[in-house]
């Protein structure tokens, strides 16, 4: 799944060194569930700070919203959502130029993931791309993933630490 979303901020940065200015910044929100757009999930959450990852890596000046809370509507345990308000506002409270935004969709046993680039002053798509990742169910419920999705409720951490 990294490797699929960081191809995909490779993709999108190919599309924005002709389009954008010398040193955008590029705010990140988090995906929406394209069957309902109030609803996200783990994946809605770690897809665009993957793309972020890679966007970072060519150069682009990223911006977290999730460090800048007080001008968004944050639903508890759901994330930030561009579309929550007027696009311009979200950009202007948080100094970005440009919105990185996006829906993902089950289809055909696979996610199917939008991103898109959006110029914070009139929504005009700058830059977009369109790939799958593996279905994983876990990944797309709404309250995130916990160690009771996992092996009928018995957790087991990855990294032994002693305690």
Excluded at 106 to 132: E, F, H, M, P, Q
Aim: glycine share 8%; hydrophobic share 40%; net charge negative.
């Amino acid at each position: 799944m990294i490797g699929e979303n960081h191809r995909a901020g490779y993709e999108l940065q190919k599309m924005l060194v002709y389009t954008l200015p010398h040193e955008p910044t590029i705010l990140l929100t988090t995906f929406v569930n394209l069957d309902n757009l109030g609803e996200t999930s783990s994946l809605g959450r770690i897809v665009p700070q993957q793309i972020g990852t890679s966007l970072t890596r060519c150069g682009f000046e990223v911006v977290d919203v999730r460090l800048r809370t007080d001008s968004l509507l944050v639903r508890e345990q759901q994330g930030e959502f561009a579309l929550s308000r007027k696009i311009q506002d979200i950009a202007r409270d948080n100094q970005a130029n440009y919105v990185l935004a996006g829906t993902y969709s089950v289809l055909y046993n696979s996610i199917l993931v939008n991103a898109k680039v959006l110029r914070s002053t009139d929504g005009l798509t700058v830059a977009a791309t369109d790939y799958y990742l593996p279905y994983q169910a876990a990944a797309l419920d709404p309250a995130g993933f916990s160690g009771e999705h996992a092996a009928g409720g018995k957790f087991t951490p990855n990294v032994h630490t002693g305690f």
